[in-house]
């Protein structure tokens, strides 16, 4: 399928499928054209770049997890490997929501001040 209808079925811009190719998360194949071309399975490969983007990796952390993912969910082939990859970034979110907790009372005490 062209980049346009791999858009309109997934929902996503064609600029954003262009980038997530850039960035090793989708590949296209190339016709006498120079079009790009992406196989049936990219639908899924995007609606989980999505999904996991929603919550709160980074294309680069999804570049490793995504050989791991399946179906649209995802849900993964489980390995100790990915098992410390996303158990890493949640405890770095941990951290940040904490440091983000502790902004907002330095903050309030400020605005509590007469």
Known sequence: MLIGELSRRTGVSTRLLRYYETQGLIE?????????????????????IRALLKAG??????????????????????????????????AAMDERIEGLR????ALSDLLTRP
């Open 28 to 48: 296209a194949g190339r016709g006498p054209n120079g079009y790009r071309h992406y196989g049936e399975d990219s639908v899924v490969t995007v609606r989980q």
């Open 102 to 105: 502790r902004n907002r009372g």
């Open 57 to 90: 990796l980074t294309t680069e952390v999804i570049r490793v997890v995504l050989p791991c993912a399946r179906g649209e969910r995802p849900d993964f082939d489980w390995c100790a490997e990915l098992w410390d990859v996303l158990n890493g970034e949640l």
